[in-house]
């Protein structure tokens, strides 16, 4: 599921540099960036996954799990700083501080902590993207938002999966879905 999810983070990125140089739109480039790093954050993990796989989990191989999965949570964590930034930028505000102060980037396996750092990071982010999405009433603004929401919703699904596996496939659908919405409003921007 995470070699989908990294396509599909590609295909953004792609898409907002393709809009960025038609547009010349700032923002499409911190969007750019935040979904190469998304991408690189999610094949990393998912090969890491995957060699520990083939090697029918020998203990020698175990620690790439913690490994992918720490480069994974900091390119996320980078990805939605970039974008919080991004937005703190766009609108002028005098938040800036308290923006970068939601930054903190901490080595951990999967665990709760380190999916709440995140769900605050996207939290910000849709709630941006609803105000946004308020004063605009674009198909465009409502697709953003919803891919935001849809991550926000993943993140949440990953932090219970701490307490039960079933929520494991439910985050990654809801990711994946979330990413399937973004990549939507760039195909409608630069069509």
Known sequence: MELIEFAIAIAIAYQALKGHKLFKERTLLFLNLSFTLLGVGLLTDSLSNTVVLLSAFRRAFLPLIGLGYTINFITQ??????????????????????????????????????????????????????????????????????????????????????????FFPLAHVAQLFGFLLLLGMLLRVNA
């Not at 409502?142 to 891919?147: A, D, K, P, S, T």
């Open 77 to 166: 964590a980078l990805a939605y700083g970039i974008l919080i930034f991004a937005y703190v930028r766009q609108s002028g505000s005098s938040d800036r501080e308290t923006a970068l102060a939601v930054l903190p980037f901490m080595l951990f396996e999967q665990n709760a902590i380190s999916e709440l750092i995140l769900i605050f990071l996207l939290v910000y982010i849709a709630a941006q993207t609803a105000l946004n999405y308020s004063l605009n009433r674009s198909t465009n603004s409502l697709l953003v938002f919803g891919g935001f929401a849809s991550l926000v919703v993943a993140h949440l699904f990953f932090l219970l999966f701490t307490i039960a596996p079933i």
